[in-house]
């Protein structure tokens, strides 16, 4: 079975400034790998996904992450956020031979303070 | 990025009374899904379907119970609702594998049981 541990419940940082939202899987076998952003009283949004080949995938608003197999992470990075990326971050693992059925983390709350 | 529909999206209902949660996608897809997810949590799947006529029970055990019919359209139902019950209910939608089983959310139902 797989598993997803969010280290952070609550990132607040000042706009403009850089952040890192750190996200660990455990999973015996080969894995997808999703970053969601709910903003408050809405749905899940897919954020960015990684499923094969680079392993630095892009969202269109500037966030990055980097699957590191080796240390099983998949750490969500902007470098410099705005106001309008508070919300909730879910990070989610969908592992070979689950019936492709995603975990998810308990979520980072990311604050943007002005 | 698909085109998934809840209704309603916020229900205030008493103790006792049978609801309805509507979800429907335009995308195609095949497979569907409900999620619960309570409060600063992570979300728990309690449904979902591979197509027409196939329903699964999910990681979380609940009274609710769902049926597809149309390809398009995945219902949630509580027969007797408690407010046990509250919390909000997403749902999702994603292609089969060997397709991308990237799942897609709706904007989520917020159910009160007084």
């Known amino acids: 079975a797989q598993s997803v541990t969010q280290l952070d419940s609550q990132v607040p940082v000042f706009e403009e400034a850089p952040v890192e939202l750190r996200c660990n899987y455990s999973?015996?076998?080969?894995?997808?790998l999703f970053w969601y952003v709910q903003y408050p009283n809405q749905g899940l949004q897919l954020l960015l996904k990684y499923l094969s080949g680079s392993t630095l995938v892009e969202s269109i608003n500037g966030f990055e992450a980097e699957f590191n197999k080796s240390q099983t992470s998949f750490h969500l990075r902007k470098p410099s956020v705005h106001i309008s990326d508070t919300a909730e971050y879910f990070c989610?693992?969908?592992?070979?031979?689950?019936?492709?059925?995603?975990?998810f983390g308990k979520g980072t709350l990311l604050t943007v303070n002005p | 990025e698909a085109d998934i529909y809840q209704t309603p999206r916020y229900l205030v209902i008493g103790t006792g009374k049978k609801i309805t949660l509507e979800c429907s996608q335009t995308?195609?897809?095949?497979?569907m899904y409900w999620y619960q997810q309570d409060p600063g949590m992570e979300l728990h799947l309690i449904h979902y379907s591979y197509g027409v006529n196939s329903t699964e029970k999910g990681d979380l055990s609940s009274e609710s119970t769902v049926s597809r019919i149309r390809t398009e359209h995945f219902p949630l139902t509580l027969e007797s609702a408690r407010p046990s019950h509250t919390s909000q209910y997403l749902c999702a939608s994603s292609f089969i594998a060997p397709r991308d089983e990237t799942q897609y959310f709706g904007p989520g139902t917020r159910l009160l049981v007084l």
């Open positions: 989610a693992v969908s592992a070979a031979g689950s019936n492709y059925k995603l975990t």
């Open positions: 999973s015996s076998v080969s894995v997808y």
């Open positions: 995308m195609g897809h095949d497979k």
